[in-house]
């Protein structure tokens, strides 16, 4: 079965940032949409940003212009550059893989998942 390693999380300062990664495994990914999610203590998990095979984008609202979201199939990548991080970025973020080229924002939507890396950020 597929599977998703997550790695780049950890302790920032408000404005600093980080780079997430997610390297699959299983199966190549090349031709279905990834995305990122992540979810705040007590909050539900939501949608940040997916990328599909051909590199069409689509972002949050809350993190357009600070996240960017990439791909690199040759080594079955996923990133998340995250830039001018903010305190309500704090999550844990989730790669995950829909078995799509179709883009969605919708977690149901989405086959494997990654057991998440801790992102946090302070005032």
């Known amino acids: ?14 404005g600093g940032s980080l780079r997430l990664s997610c390297t699959g495994s299983g199966r190549t990914f090349n031709r279905d949409t990834m995305g990122w999610f992540r979810q705040a203590p007590g909050k539900e998990r ?27 199939n040759a080594k079955n990548t996923l990133y998340l550059q995250m830039n001018n991080l903010k305190p309500e970025d704090t999550a844990v973020y989730y790669c995950a893989v829909k078995s799509s080229m179709v883009l969605t924002t919708r977690s149901s939507e989405y086959d494997n998942w990654g057991q998440g890396t801790q992102v946090t950020v302070s005032s």
């Open 1 to 14: 079965q597929a599977q998703l390693v997550e790695s780049g999380g950890g302790l920032v300062q408000a």
């Open 46 to 72: 939501e949608f940040v940003a997916a990328i599909n095979y051909n590199g069409y984008t689509y972002y949050a609202g809350s993190v357009k212009g600070r996240f960017t979201i990439s791909r690199l």
